[in-house]
Structures are given as structure tokens and as C-alpha cells.
């Protein structure tokens, strides 16, 4: 019997199924119309969360992820990440109680001597307890052992990812072993990782042991607990949470206060899931721009909604005839559906077609470093089954809303084919088809709020003056092998070579030297000492030639430049942002006054300068407030870490080869890394801005259509039902204008009530998007106008078109209609 009813309901479908199908190739403009619209949506959200997806909901290539988290010393009230030191790092593992392990961990590069020279290899300076707790193993040899951790300095083995063993040692299983050069210091070689790991960073190829620190110009001495630079990775017990966890590292920080008083005051420890820490500030744009595709998808759904009312209006006496003589109302529901279904189905290939172009589009439009390095967004099976859960949903409610619809209407009235009367053109009443534009409204209000929100808080970010001009500089880094490390004097005569034989490229204009430049991600701290205020505080430590100022453009506010005078032996000078000089002698000149390193007996520093306010480590800390920037010359202070900075006219790729060939001229075991247009650096930081403002933007723009096409649609089909009622009333005096008067005042009225229920709604929007916004007013004026202006302008156009074809009725050809 089950399969008599089984088989019964499949025949049913399957006639359903191809009058569907006839139905919909015979009203070939309804069925393109409501085809498109259906197939924007879906193709966009499929898009959008095929991005999702591989950025927020695929499993991280670890073991258990959810259990592991990276942790990060954090300073001050704000919790400002800062690192840990050395030692400190190792008492997070000793003293917690909720993790099984914590485990050094520096994403670095080091220099590989090769037979041509040296070149930089990504690199990752772990403890031996880091592959345990990811779970990577070796399929050649082995990863390092508790020993290798024990004594500084005394193991210096290294382990390889699959891909450098296949690429540049073409897979030889004799590798384990084999001796290679970093940093200008011999490594032995002792495992090959599996090929599925790539360490936490996705891009590396090379790992040696935190013990090895000074390989990689850390500290000599590692019981400084003031050295702080290292993170670390934890994983977190079995049965305890992120939270708990958490709570145990503030009771860790706070031992650590009591035993270490003066290093570690004010300080702390932070974990981040592995997801937090990756994604930063890209989780709350991508769940942004995700709920304003959801917004984009219900208004195409209702746009597709209004179409299939004004189609199913054409059909209501047909399917009231068929009801009357005796036809099943769930028969006629179920016929309903499967026309929507099959709708819906035909959007959704589209949208499959238009999600593969959209995705591409979108991944152009990402600048550099929206997405984490593991995010590989693809039109998968996954994205493929949220494309058909969407266009099933879309096709049970296209089938829902007419059904719904007719059950409000009695058959008589479907039979005698009412038309309604001249009243009903104006707003007295809002039926589905009105509530439908109301609703389109709201969403579209939504979605141009957002747009315009990130849009300003975008154009804010770039409003802000950078302190320096990056147009036209290049920067290289290099890091000196070990035989600079204490000899000061080789990492000045060498800075003075570099300047020298790179200044002398042709159509480089000018090179400058320094431990770091603005935005480029390479700062240090230290703490400083102000005597006239008895002050304390950290600041930023940046050891500059004297023309760094002139290359990039940094103004000097007054006092003089670094000049050959400032070397080694000479009175310690500094120069310090405009900023720090207003915080420590206000109305007072900076110039002439002294500081003091460290603390209240550190060696003491003349200010000779004071330079205008750079922007070294992002756009949006206020600089009144955070810690100063202090430069000191590079011939006082010489650094092992060079950040060279030339100004050319040429793309970088043009002077590539050039410096490369100078520096390994002058030292061939110095690998600089890729050579990077400052202004790339610069723009870098507004890259979740501008990623989320273009896609709204383009969502708002497609919204807005949309809700003009089904504005204009509903008054439309309002006006041809009643060309008669129209035409008498012209006929009996009611003047052209008044019409077009009253359709419009029905169109803009729907859209007001939009608009309002929208302004109501939008009060959410801006809490929720308040944290990733900047110099952004919830009460913006300009924000007000980008979205009332748009959405008023296409209302009136939308309602004005049905309007004019109303009021040019003829009352003659009105009249002769049944």
C-alpha cells in the first residue's frame, strides 16, 4: 500500500513538474525576469559563503584546532599584545594547570647560503614540545628532541618542510644529516615533515629550535625578562575551556608579579583561539558583508514574490474554477510548489554560473591580506549544497505566498474577477504585494547603511595624514649573519657601504638605512625616563641615517638633523615625534632637553629634534596618547636588522636584480627579502575597509535596482487592473495630474514606511558594526544623505513611470474595456 501511495505521489510530481515547465516557457518575460533576479541572489550569497566557509567554518590542518590557541604577553590596561620574553614563555608551561603544553613559537626568515649567493627562507624558531601539540610529524628522520631545548645555543639542527626537500633538494632521502648554512652558521639537518604541514604560519619551510635564539639575533643574554618578542602556542586540556583556561594564565601573570616585580608590573597573558588570531579584524567584515548578501537574497526573493502575485493574479480565476469543481487544495499547493521549485532550480544554475564569476571578481577586489594565509575560497560540493538548500527555500515559498494569497479571497470573487476600485490606488491598504515593496525597502535601507558606514569610515582612515610620503620609496630588509652580532663597527661600515653602492644604481634617486620604516610591521620598545616630570613610560626605539627624514618626506619641526657628528663617542642625541614633545614640555621647546634610558639612572639623551607625527604602526591609535617615537642615529645606535628604503621612479621588479647584485657584492652571505613599494605597506592597512566597502557598495547598488524594479512592477500591475476605473475618472473631470498624484503618493508612501521600519532597524546595524568603523558618527550627515538620496531618487522614478502611463490613459479606449 505504501508503495501504491509512494508511486501515486511520484506520478503527481512528475505531471506537476512538466506543466511547470510548459507554464513557465509560455510567460518566457516573467520567467527571465524572476530567473535573473533569484539568480543574482543566490549567486552572491553562494559566493560570499564559499568565502565564509573557507575563512571562518573549514577545520584548521592541526590537531583538534579547537583545542589549541596562541599566547601572547599583553601589557597595560588595554592589553596591548606585546610578547613574552625567553624564560618568561617557559613559565607559562611550568606554572599553568589547564594546558598540556606550551610551546615557544616566532614566525621569522633566515638566510640560506646557496651556491649563488643567499636568499631568504621562511622559517618558524619553535620549541621541541611545538609538534606534539599540532600534531606534525616527520616521514624522514625526526623532529627535535627535550634535550635540544635545554642548553642555549649548543643543537643547531633544523627540520624541512616537504615542499623545500622536493623543490630545492629534489626529494634526496639522504638528507637527514646533510649540513646546511643560516644566517652565516652551519644547521644539520634532522627530519622532513609529512607533506600536510606547513607550520602555523601555511608558508614555511624551515624550523630550528628556540634554543637557537641567537642564530636569529636574539638577545645574549635570555634571563632578561624584558626582552619581549616571542608568542607561544598552548593546547588546552581536554574538558577545559578557553575561558577557564584563561582564567588559570591571569593566576600564572599574577606569580609572575610577585616573583618579578619591577619586569613584569602591569603585565599579563592573552590567549586566541587559532581562528581569532588569524582572522583578527577580517571575522567582523566577513560576518558583515555575509548578513548584507543575506539581505541582498530576501530582496530578490521578494521581488521574485511580487512577480509571482502579480503572475498568479493572471491565473486566479483558472485555479478558482479548478478549486470549484473539485479539484484537492493540497493538489493545487503541491502544483504551486513544484512552479516555484522549478523556478527556483533554474536561478539556482545560474546562480552556480554567476557564484564562480562573483568569486573570482571578489577575490580580485580583496587586497592583500583580507583573507588569512589558509583561506582557499572554491565553488565546492559544500557551496554547491547551500546553493540548493537556498533555491529549495526560495521554491516552497514561491509556492506558499500565492497559495497564502488565495486563501484570503473567496472563490466568487476569484470568479467574477474583481478588480477592485480607483480608491485602492492610493495607500488605504497594504496588501501582500505592498508589503513586499515595504519590506524590499527596509532590507535596501540596511544594506546602504552598511555601504555608506564602511564607505565613510573608509575614507576617514585615508583622511589620515601618514607623516611621511610613500610614493616612489621601495624597501628591502636584511638581517646580518652572526659575525655582526657584537661588532658594532661592521654594521656601520657595511650600512655606509650599502648606502654608497646603492645610491650609485641608476635611476635610484636617493637610499636611506634605518632598524625599520613606517607601517612596515619591524618596530621595537624599550622603556625611556622623562626627569622634568618624573615619568616612566615606553616608548619606540627607531635608529635611522641621516636621510631617512629627506627620503621619505618626514618633516622637521624644528632643532637640526642627524648629522656625520653624531657617531660613536659623541654626545647621545635623539629626536622624538611632535606629539611626545607637546606631552612632556607643553609650551615649551623640546630642543636641548634630556631623557634618560630605561629609568631614572639609564645613560641620558639630548633631544636635537623634534619631527612631525609618523604613522609607524597603524592609522587609528591616537598619537597624543600612545607611547612616542624616539629615532636615534643609526652611527650611535647600529642595528643588525636593516630596513633600506630607496626612492626611484621605477617599479621595484625593474631594480630588483640591481640591488641584489650590490648587496651580494658586499657580502654574499645577506639575503634581502623582497623588495616592497612603501605605499603597498601604507595601503595594507586599510584593506578590511576598502574589501568591505566595495562588496556592500556593489550590494547596495544591486539592491537598490532591484527594489525599483519591484516598486515600479507593483504599481504597474495596480495601474493596468485599473485602466477603466482611470478612465472614467478622467472622463468625469479628475485632472492627469491628480492621478499621477495619487499612483505616486501610493509608491512613495510604501517607500516612506520602508524607509521608517528600515531607520528602526538600523540602530542594530550600528551597534553591531560600531567596533570596525573609525571617525564614524552613528548621526553622520554625510551617511544620512548616501542613503535617504539614492533610495528617495529611484522611489520617484519608479513611481513616476507607472504614474505617467496612468495619467496618458484615453477614457475612449478606457471605457470599451471589459
Known amino acids: 500500500m505504501i508503495n501504491r501511495l509512494l508511486r501515486g505521489l511520484a506520478g503527481s510530481l512528475l505531471k506537476d513538474l512538466a506543466f511547470a515547465v510548459r507554464l513557465l516557457r509560455r510567460q518566457l518575460t516573467f520567467t527571465a525576469s524572476a530567473t535573473i533576479t533569484l539568480a543574482l541572489g543566490i549567486g552572491a550569497s553562494t559566493a560570499i559563503f564559499s568565502v565564509a566557509q573557507a575563512t571562518l567554518l573549514k577545520p584548521l590542518p592541526f590537531r583538534t584546532p579547537d583545542q589549541l590557541a596562541f599566547a601572547w604577553g599583553v601589557a597595560g590596561p588595554e592589553r596591548d599584545v606585546r610578547g613574552g620574553s625567553y624564560y618568561e614563555v617557559l613559565d607559562w608551561n611550568r606554572l599553568n594547570s589547564s594546558l598540556d603544553g606550551v610551546a615557544i613559537y616566532d614566525d621569522t626568515s633566515l638566510s640560506l647560503r646557496t651556491d649563488a649567493g643567499a636568499e631568504r627562507v621562511e622559517a618558524e624558531m619553535v620549541s621541541a614540545s611545538y609538534f606534539s601539540l599540532v600534531g606534525a610529524s616527520a616521514q624522514l628522520g625526526r623532529t627535535f628532541t627535550a634535550e635540544e631545548d635545554a642548553e642555549p645555543n649548543a643543537n643547531p639542527v633544523v627540520v624541512l618542510s616537504d615542499r623545500m626537500w622536493r623543490s630545492r633538494f629534489a626529494a634526496d632521502p639522504a638528507i637527514v644529516g646533510r649540513v646546511l648554512t643560516l644566517n652565516d652558521r ?47 602556542v598552548a593546547r588546552v586540556r581536554d574538558g577545559i575551556t578557553i575561558a577557564q583556561a584563561q582564567s588559570d594564565l591571569d593566576r600564572v601573570a599574577a606569580e609572575l608579579k610577585e616573583a618579578f616585580p619591577e619586569a613584569n608590573a602591569d603585565r599579563g597573558i592573552q590567549l586566541f583561539t587559532l ?10 567584515i566577513l560576518l558583515a558583508v555575509l548578513a548584507g548578501v543575506g539581505l541582498l537574497l530576501l530582496i530578490a526573493c521578494t521581488n521574485v514574490a511580487g512577480l509571482q502575485l502579480v503572475r498568479y493574479a493572471a ?27 522549478v523556478l527556483a532550480a533554474l536561478a539556482a544554475c545560474f546562480g552556480l554560473v554567476i557564484a564562480r564569476w562573483g568569486l573570482a571578481g571578489l577575490l580580485l577586489l580583496a587586497p592583500e591580506g583580507t583573507l588569512p594565509a589558509y583561506a582557499a575560497p572554491v565553488i565546492d560540493l559544500r557551496a554547491f549544497g547551500f546553493a540548493f538548500v537556498v533555491a529549495i527555500g526560495c521554491g516552497v515559498l ?105 645610491s650609485g644604481i641608476a635611476s635610484v634617486e636617493e637610499v636611506a638605512i634605518a632598524s625599520d620604516v613606517p607601517l612596515g610591521g619591524n618596530w621595537n620598545a624599550a622603556r625611556l625616563y622623562v626627569p622634568e616630570r618624573e615619568e616612566a613610560l615606553r616608548y619606540y626605539r627607531h635608529s635611522v641615517d641621516a636621510d631617512l627624514f629627506e627620503v621619505l ?11 656625520a657628528a653624531d657617531r660613536a663617542g659623541a654626545p647621545a642625541v635623539v629626536a622624538i615625534n611632535a606629539s611626545a614633545a607637546r606631552r612632556f614640555w607643553p609650551n615649551e621647546s623640546a630642543v636641548g632637553k634630556r ?21 609607524y604602526r597603524d592609522l587609528r591609535t591616537s598619537l597624543t596618547t600612545t607611547e612616542p617615537d624616539v629615532y636615534f642615529p643609526l652611527t650611535q645606535r647600529p642595528v643588525s636588522d636593516f630596513t633600506i628604503a630607496i626612492r626611484s621612479p621605477l617599479m621595484p621588479e625593474s631594480i630588483l636584480g640591481s640591488v641584489r647584485r650590490e648587496i651580494a657584492a658586499l657580502d654574499a ?51 493596468s487592473l ?33 524607509m521608517a521600519l528600515g531607520l528602526i532597524a538600523s540602530l542594530a546595524v550600528v551597534k553591531a558594526v560600531a567596533s570596525q568603523l573609525f571617525g564614524v558618527a552613528p548621526n553622520d550627515g554625510a551617511v544620512l544623505v548616501a542613503v535617504l538620496a539614492p533610495l528617495l531618487t529611484v522611489a520617484v522614478l519608479a513611481s513616476w513611470l507607472p504614474a505617467r502611463r496612468a495619467a496618458r490613459v484615453d477614457p475612449m479606449n478606457a471605457l470599451r474595456e471589459e
Not at 499621477?740 to 509608491?747: I, L, N, P
Open 186 to 232: 652551519s644547521f644539520t639537518v634532522v627530519g622532513v615533515l609529512t607533506p600536510d604541514f606547513n607550520g602555523l604560519s601555511f608558508d614555511s619551510d624551515v624550523w630550528f629550535p628556540a634554543a637557537m635564539v641567537q642564530a636569529n639575533g636574539g638577545p645574549d643574554d635570555l634571563t632578561v625578562r624584558t626582552n619581549r618578542w616571542l608568542g607561544a
Open 275 to 284: 581562528r581569532e588570531n588569524y582572522v583578527g579584524r577580517t571575522e567582523p
Open 315 to 341: 491565473r486566479e480565476r483558472e485555479i478558482a474554477l479548478r478549486r470549484a469543481i473539485g479539484a484537492a487544495q493540497s493538489r493545487l499547493l503541491q502544483q504551486l510548489i513544484v512552479e516555484g521549485a
Open 398 to 502: 514561491f509556492g506558499l505566498v500565492p497559495a497564502l494569497r488565495r486563501e484570503r479571497r473567496g472563490f466568487a470573487d476569484a470568479l467574477r474577477g474583481s478588480r477592485g476600485s480607483y480608491a485602492t490606488l492610493g495607500a488605504a491598504r497594504l496588501g501582500p504585494q505592498q508589503l513586499l515593496v515595504v519590506a524590499q525597502t527596509s532590507f535596501a535601507l540596511l544594506l546602504l547603511l552598511a555601504a555608506a558606514l564602511f564607505a565613510r569610515s573608509l575614507q576617514r582612515e585615508l583622511a589620515v595624514p601618514l607623516g611621511f610620503d610613500p610614493e616612489g620609496v621601495h624597501v628591502v630588509s636584511v638581517s646580518l649573519p652572526a659575525r655582526y652580532r657584537n661588532a658594532p663597527e661592521l654594521r656601520l661600515q657595511l650600512a655606509e657601504q650599502l648606502d654608497e653602492q646603492l
Open 553 to 563: 618626506g618626514i618633516q622637521l619641526v624644528e632643532g637640526r638633523a642627524f648629522s
Open 595 to 615: 631623557l634618560r634610558l630605561t629609568d631614572g639612572t639609564g645613560p641620558e639623551v639630548t633631544v636635537v629634534a623634534v619631527v612631525d607625527d609618523v604613522r
Open 669 to 719: 652571505s645577506v639575503a634581502p627579502s623582497p623588495l616592497l613599494p612603501l605605499s603597498e605597506l601604507a595601503a595594507r592597512q586599510t584593506v578590511a575597509g576598502r574589501f568591505a566597502s566595495t562588496v556592500l557598495a556593489v550590494f547596495a547598488a544591486t539592491a537598490l535596482v532591484l527594489t525599483a524594479v519591484g516598486l515600479y512592477a507593483v504599481l504597474a500591475y495596480r495601474v
Open 722 to 754: 485599473r485602466r477603466r476605473e482611470i478612465g472614467i475618472r478622467l472622463a468625469l473631470g479628475t485632472t492627469p495630474s491628480a492621478v499621477m498624484r495619487k499612483v505616486m503618493g501610493h509608491g512613495l508612501a510604501l517607500v516612506g514606511l520602508g
